[in-house]
C-alpha cells in the first residue's frame, strides 16, 4: 500500500475511510476524473464497474478489512465491508457490532445525458430492493443481522475513442438519506406469495415482483462534476482528510425534517454553503395508475387491404 494509501486509512468510520479512497482515486488533486478501463461486460448481469469498485477498495482499505462481494446476480447489498472483529461477529450471527465499522455498500450507476447532467435524475430504479438505513445479510448459520445500508451513485462518461470511462460525479449517501421505513424495507423484501395455475394450461405463474423507483441525489445540480459523501454523523472531519460543506435537510412531515451532512475532500471543497433543504428533485405529475403495458396502438385508417 502507498505512503499516500496509508495516510487516508486513519482509524474511524468506515464509510467515511471508503469513500476518501474512492474520490482520490477517481478525481486528481484538481478534481477533474481521471479516466480508468473496466473489463468487458460477460453478460447482462455482469457488472464490472461494481466490481471495479470492490476490487480497488479491497486494494487500498487496511489489509485486515474485509470486503466481500455478492457472489450472484440480483443480490443487494453489492458488498460487505467490515473490519475483522465485526465481521466474526456477522460471521458468527452476532448483533452487538460498531455501525461505523461495518456496512453494505450498493452500487448504482447511470449514464450522463448530452445536457452534462445524469439520466433518471428525478427517479431511479431499485429494482425489487428499497434502500433502508439498514440492510439484511446472512451469517453462515442462517441467522439473519442487519447492517447499516450505502449507496454510491456514480454518473459514469465513456470515451468512445480511448475505451476508458471516467466518474463525472459521484455521491455516496447513508440509507437514511433516502429511507428510514425498515418496515417498508422488510414487507418488500420479505417472503411473497406467487400466483400459480395461471393460463387455460395452468402452467402460468405470476411472481407479483415489485419495481421500486426512489430518489437519485445525483439530481441535486450541487452534487455535479464533483465526489460527496452525505452521512447521519456530523464530526467526520475530525478523523478524516474531508471538510463539512453544507447540511442538508429532507421533509418527513409539515415541519418535522431529518438533519444530514455534506462532506468533500478537504483539498478540493469551497466554503461551507447554506443548508439545503429537500435539494432532490421529485417528478411532478407521478400518479397512483400505471400504464398499460405492451400497447400496439394501430391507426386503421392508414391501413389498405388488396
Request: charged residues 30%.
Amino acid at each position: 500500500m502507498s505512503s499516500e494509501a496509508n495516510d487516508r486509512v486513519r482509524p474511524g468510520d468506515l464509510p467515511a475511510i471508503a469513500f476518501t479512497i474512492l474520490s482520490e482515486n477517481f478525481f486528481d488533486h484538481e478534481g477533474r476524473p481521471v479516466p480508468f478501463r473496466l473489463r468487458d461486460k460477460r453478460n447482462t448481469q455482469d457488472d464490472p464497474f461494481d466490481e471495479y469498485v470492490t476490487d480497488l477498495l479491497r486494494e487500498e482499505l487496511p489489509k485486515e478489512v474485509i470486503v466481500l462481494r455478492a457472489d450472484k446476480p440480483l443480490v443487494s447489498p453489492d458488498a460487505v465491508i467490515a473490519r475483522p472483529e465485526e465481521y466474526e461477529l456477522l460471521r458468527t450471527g452476532g448483533v452487538d457490532y460498531d455501525p461505523r465499522a461495518i456496512f453494505g455498500l450498493e452500487v448504482k450507476k447511470v449514464d450522463l445525458g448530452r445536457n452534462g447532467k445524469p439520466a433518471r435524475s428525478t427517479g431511479l430504479d431499485y429494482n425489487s430492493t428499497p434502500p433502508c438505513a439498514t440492510v439484511r445479510v446472512y451469517a453462515e448459520d442462517g441467522v439473519e443481522i442487519r447492517i447499516p445500508g450505502y449507496y454510491l451513485f456514480v454518473a459514469l462518461q465513456g470515451d468512445e475513442e480511448g475505451g476508458t470511462v471516467r466518474v463525472h460525479s459521484m455521491v455516496l449517501v447513508a440509507g437514511a438519506v433516502l429511507n428510514k421505513d425498515v418496515d417498508l424495507y422488510d414487507r418488500i423484501t420479505g417472503t411473497r406469495i406467487k400466483e400459480i395455475g395461471l393460463g387455460t394450461y395452468g402452467d402460468g405463474a405470476n411472481r407479483v415482483r415489485p419495481m421500486l423507483l426512489f430518489s437519485n441525489p445525483l439530481g441535486w445540480e450541487w452534487m455535479l462534476g464533483a465526489a460527496t459523501l452525505i452521512s447521519e454523523r456530523n464530526n467526520l472531519a475530525d478523523e478524516q482528510p474531508l471538510v463539512h460543506v453544507r447540511d442538508m435537510t429532507r421533509a418527513v412531515s409539515p415541519g418535522v425534517f431529518e438533519l444530514f451532512h455534506c462532506y468533500r475532500l478537504a483539498k478540493l471543497s469551497p466554503p461551507a454553503e447554506e443548508t439545503a433543504h429537500n435539494p432532490f428533485p421529485q417528478p411532478e405529475k407521478r400518479k397512483e395508475e400505471t400504464a398499460q403495458r405492451g400497447r400496439f396502438e394501430v391507426d386503421l385508417r392508414t391501413l389498405t387491404f388488396g
